[in-house]
């Protein structure tokens, strides 16, 4: 990868609390203009690599540039150039939602003159605008999101860091808050770490799967797919399984695997190319056909 193109440079970086080691020689490159998703079971690792690079939480070694920028040197410059929603906002509870804005843009120098504009532009986007004037204490969780991610916004960051933007939070908010991130492709450099794989799929450019505290598989959300066992994975129920020659089955050139389960046989194949065949050989045992496209969920569950 070209050097020029990377924002965020992650090398050999380890961090372990008592005995547990969190992170474990972590090497990632994020590209710049890039929506990267980072997926991984509970406790891979994922939260603790996002406050490294936040500068939130020192590394036991290894380095991570921000903009070529060292998290050991540069972190009041790093901290300016990144916005961070963490997994459960910090937010202070009494303040009005527009004032505690305008408290983190004073913060991060945010001009005098372009403050107000900045965090009526903000709210409007967020879609909190009539609720700018209410208390953060009066917030549900989703509108507490939807604060977090302008407080996040407000320095107008290069990069910009989602922990779990959408936990909790119910489909049409998920909506809202994702739609919100695909609008920041392209425009800004944003990781994302999540555990709904249908958002990962939609919203991503790359996905990384972490587990205990390591890459185990790096790749748009198309070629991770692809390598799941089989591309298409046809499902027959049938009467009585004994009763099916899977030796046919087996034999055809784009059938990977065969294996049954209860009384649904699960066919995994290349091509779509010998379908009708398969479904030949089952004739009138089967009662039921599916054929199911593998999604994220597949690749996590084969990674991890
Ligand atoms: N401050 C801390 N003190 C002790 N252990 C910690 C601390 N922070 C993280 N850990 C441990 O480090 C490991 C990685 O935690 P981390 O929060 O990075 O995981 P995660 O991938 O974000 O998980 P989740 O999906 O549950 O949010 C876990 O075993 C966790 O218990
Ligand atoms: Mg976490």
Redesign the pocket.
Known sequence: MNSDNVMVKIDSLSKS??H?K?LDNLNLDIKKGELLGII??????????IRIICCILQPNSGEVTVGGYSIHHDQIKIKSMIGYLP?EPNLYERFKARDLLKYFGELYGVPKNQIDHRIDELLELVGMSKRADDRINTFSKGLRQRIGIARALIHDPEIIIFD?PTMGLDPATSRTIRNFIKGLKGDKTVIL?T?YMDEADLLCDRVAI?NQGRIRDIGTPKSLKEQVHGDIILKVRVYEPQKIDTHRITVLDSVEAVSLEGNEFLISLHTREDISNIIDVFGSQAYSVNTKEPTLDDVFIQSV
């Open positions: 609390f008592g547990i969190a991984g079971p509970n406790g891979a690792g994922k939260t603790t690599a997994e779990e770490c555990h972490l």
